[in-house]
């Protein structure tokens, strides 16, 4: 089991540019989600799936999409990215029906936009 | 609206004491959940322990305790004997059962000292 795996591990973007932040999970999770983390805000969440097919926005979603087209893969595109966008994004995933709720995080992009 | 709040950025303690680190929330949900993750330097986020509302006990997991005072809308969570290694971020962060958006607070950064 790899678990959450996320790549790329660090990037550096210029303003306006668009790029895919990759995130994969093996443990046959029907919940993925995107959180950024910036200093002193803690974890903010982008967007959220519970299933291949449904996605919803978080607290933060504006300037991001995701797509969920298998169990595995949940991908977050920044169309557009802007210095606000630097950040530390992390992935996560879990079962719906998991008793103690946990999630399960990635190790995190850390994105630079210049 | 739910909110997680951590009102200590910062706390000391040394090694092989017991430390508190204080979590508040605000729910108007009668149904939720409650968690701790740790972030050591490294960056990832570890789980640690969690604490559904209608639990009638407070949620132990070997040195970490989580005590539950649901009239005050308090998570506190207790690490018991210290260790260096305990050094690192800690994230309050709660979900309530009608929503599959979890909220996070800003975190405590905690200090082990030898």
């Known amino acids: 089991n790899a678990g959450v795996t996320q790549t790329p591990k660090f990037q550096v973007l210029k303003t306006g540019q668009s790029m895919t932040l990759q995130c994969a999970q093996d443990m046959n999770h029907e919940y993925m989600s995107w959180y950024r983390q910036d200093p002193g805000m803690g974890l903010r969440l982008i967007h959220y799936s519970v299933g291949a097919g449904i996605t919803d926005q978080g607290e933060v979603p504006n300037g991001y999409n995701v797509s969920r087209s298998t169990t595995e893969d949940f991908p977050l595109r920044l169309l557009s990215a802007a210095p606000s966008q630097t950040s530390v994004y992390f992935c996560?995933?879990?079962?719906?029906?998991?008793?103690?709720?946990?999630?399960?995080f990635g190790p995190g992009t850390r994105l630079t936009v210049l | 609206a739910q909110k997680i709040t951590q009102t200590q950025p910062g706390m000391f303690v040394q090694e092989k004491e017991a430390v508190t680190l204080d979590c508040t929330y605000d729910?108007?949900?009668?149904?939720?959940?409650l968690f701790w993750y740790k972030q050591p330097s490294s960056g990832e986020m570890i789980f640690l322990i969690y604490q559904g509302s209608y639990d009638e006990q407070n949620a132990t997991e070997g040195r970490y305790s989580l005590n539950f005072q649901k009239a005050r809308k308090s998570a506190n969570l207790v690490i018991s004997a210290s260790q260096l290694g305990d050094s690192a971020m800690y994230f309050c962060?709660?979900?309530?059962?009608?929503?599959?958006?979890?909220?996070f607070g800003t975190g405590t950064r905690l200090k082990v000292l030898a």
């Open positions: 729910t108007s949900d009668q149904s939720y959940g």
């Open positions: 962060a709660m979900r309530s059962s009608g929503t599959y958006k979890y909220i």
């Open positions: 996560a995933s879990k079962l719906l029906a998991e008793s103690t709720d946990t999630q399960y």
